[in-house]
């Protein structure tokens, strides 16, 4: 049976967690160099399983969207080996000494960060989730426990073979990476169901999976939420540094979740602004919506409904909005965002100040693109995700939210009276 599959997978991968978090730094790493090395000599056989999944996807009619998140070539390829490479650089996420705390009856208390133990990753389209996830995860001396999404299954079953081979190279547990290869959606249900081996569950994917999974899972979740990213160009704004930023925030890269989906703007800069800013965006083939203020500056915008405020666009489409001042800005955002990642794009400290106080997101900006809201880019090496909740891991996932604490107590004999 499907679930008992699960079951013995999420157990195998409980037993190698145990090993991996008594491993080496120097072990560690020497498996992540393994895992680049193997990536590199494999380029070509994940490029020919990547195109059995583009095949597939161009006969099942793939989202756009989704065909460019799911297609490899070789310069993302060694993206993924540099990424490997990065993580490898970065300092020991384990046995930190975090805290440390001497008691008047002689008890030395340290606290100390210790891995998660195993990890579910459950994605959608993205096969370089599947290389990110898992050398984070063996990084910080956890064990992996992937589902991935069926569009990615030929491409995500080469890339796990390649991982699987460099465990065993290292002569460690193959529990260390486990996958479910099967693109049963009834995967999921069972997964999350595991409770006694996973100790977290991360979702990467649609608002429909990740809700599905928070109100169904028994294993507590780390959600990776959508991103509804605002851009806001306050009075005092540079309006060409605002066009460049607006422009790199929609335009470079819309399928991700840290690309801008709403343009905010003050009244008093909107009819310099907008109709320039339009021009440009619809030069690049964004279409444009916006409220009626935006729509009587420049012609031909659609109106935008009820539902376009809180959507995720995720394509090169664009919301716009002209508000009376940054308190409303950050009404706007407050009501309608995804608590992501959102910017102010002005020359005034006292608005700065306010915006990054009051606008209740995980990554707030003040001049500079949404796009930057990445493991990558914050210097974490890569990341699982990008956190929208508060609970333990908030913001890009690196090594140091893949773990949790133990107390080490060292005595002389005490004892309680």
């Not at 979740?257 to 083939?285: D, I, Q, S, W």
């Not at 333990?392 to 133990?406: D, I, Q, S």
Request: one cysteine or more.
């Amino acid at each position: 049976m499907l679930e008992d599959v699960i079951k013995r997978k999420a157990r195998s991968a409980k037993a190698a967690s145990t090993v991996l978090s008594g491993t080496s730094l120097q072990k560690r790493n020497a498996l992540l160099k393994a895992i680049a090395a193997r990536l590199a000599s494999e380029t070509q056989a994940i490029l020919s399983a990547n195109g059995k999944d583009l095949r597939l996807a161009a006969r099942t009619g793939l989202s756009k969207v989704l065909t460019e998140r799911l297609t490899l070539d070789e310069k993302r390829i060694g993206q993924m080996i540099n990424g490997v490479k990065d993580i490898m650089a970065l300092p020991d996420a384990i046995g930190r000494i975090l805290e440390t705390v001497d008691r008047p009856n002689g008890l030395h208390i340290e606290k100390q960060s210790v891995p998660l133990g195993v990890v579910g990753i459950i994605y959608e389209s993205r096969p370089n989730v599947t290389i990110d996830a898992s050398a984070l995860c063996l990084r910080s001396g956890n064990a992996v426990l992937l589902r991935g999404g069926s569009e990615a299954i030929h491409t995500n079953k080469a890339l796990v073979r390649i991982i699987a081979m460099a465990v065993k190279d290292m002569n460690l547990p193959s529990g260390c990476v486990e996958f479910i290869d099967t693109t049963d959606r009834k995967a999921v249900l069972a997964m999350i169901h595991q409770d006694d081996a996973i100790d977290v569950i991360i979702p990467r994917g649609g608002g429909r999976l990740i809700s599905f999974i928070r109100a169904n899972s028994t294993v507590p979740v780390i959600a990776h939420g959508e991103g509804n990213c605002h851009v806001y160009v306050d009075r005092s704004a540079d309006l060409p540094m605002a066009e460049e930023i607006v422009f790199n925030a929609k335009v470079q890269r819309p399928s991700v979740c840290n690309a801008a989906e709403k343009l905010l703007v003050h009244e008093t800069v909107a009819r310099a602004f907008l109709p320039r800013m339009a021009a440009r965006l619809r030069g690049a083939g964004v279409a444009i919506k916006g409220d009626q203020r935006a729509r009587a500056l420049v012609a031909g915008i659609v109106p935008a409904g009820p539902h376009d405020w809180p959507k995720e666009y995720l394509d090169l489409v664009i919301a716009i909005k002209v508000v009376k001042n940054v308190a409303e800005a950050i009404a706007h955002i407050g009501r309608f965002g995804s608590h992501h990642s959102d910017a102010i794009v002005t020359r005034s400290g006292k608005n700065a100040a306010r915006f990054l106080r009051e606008v209740d997101s995980a990554a707030v900006y003040v001049n500079a693109s949404t796009r930057f809201t990445d493991g990558f880019e914050f210097g974490l090496g890569a990341e699982m995700g990008i956190s929208t909740q508060k609970i333990h891991a908030r913001g890009p996932m690196g090594l140091a939210e893949l773990t949790t604490v133990k107390y080490v107590i060292r005595g002389t004999g005490q004892i309680r009276v």
